[in-house]
């Protein structure tokens, strides 16, 4: 039984380096109702597993969307979103997954770049 304080958070992770295979690794970290999803993955990073990637800089409330992530099956920004009691996090889909929560932003990023003709 989980303590009513806590939050069950399950991130989808993958090491290409190590493992090809994606898995997900579950978590159980303090439930801080004023915490955003960005907060909670780095609590995970600080204090329980270092190697977990993600992208997360501006805390500023989304004016960069580098940290766009799929949370319980919404793509959101988790520096806008407060946590959850049970978080599923799995990195933005329809990119190629880097690692973890990392994606290759590139492809899109060409288009918005690319020149007009």
């Keep these: 039984m989980k303590e009513q304080n806590m939050s069950i958070v399950r991130i989808l992770r993958l090491d290409p380096d190590k493992n090809p295979s994606p898995y997900f690794q579950e978590f159980i970290i303090p439930f801080e109702r004023e915490s ?18 993600f992208r997360g800089s501006c805390f500023a409330g989304g004016w960069c969307n580098v940290c766009t992530l799929k949370v319980n099956g919404k793509v959101l920004l988790p520096c806008k979103h407060f ?16 690692r973890d929560l990392i994606v290759d932003l590139s492809p899109s990023r060409q288009k918005k770049l690319k020149p007009q003709e």
Excluded: C, F, N, R
């Excluded at 009691?85 to 329809?94: A, D, N, T």
């Design 36 to 53: 955003t999803i960005l907060d909670s993955l780095y609590y995970i990073y600080w204090h329980l597993d270092g190697s977990l990637a």
């Design 83 to 98: 946590m959850q009691k049970e978080m599923v996090i799995e990195p933005l889909p329809g990119y190629p997954v880097l």
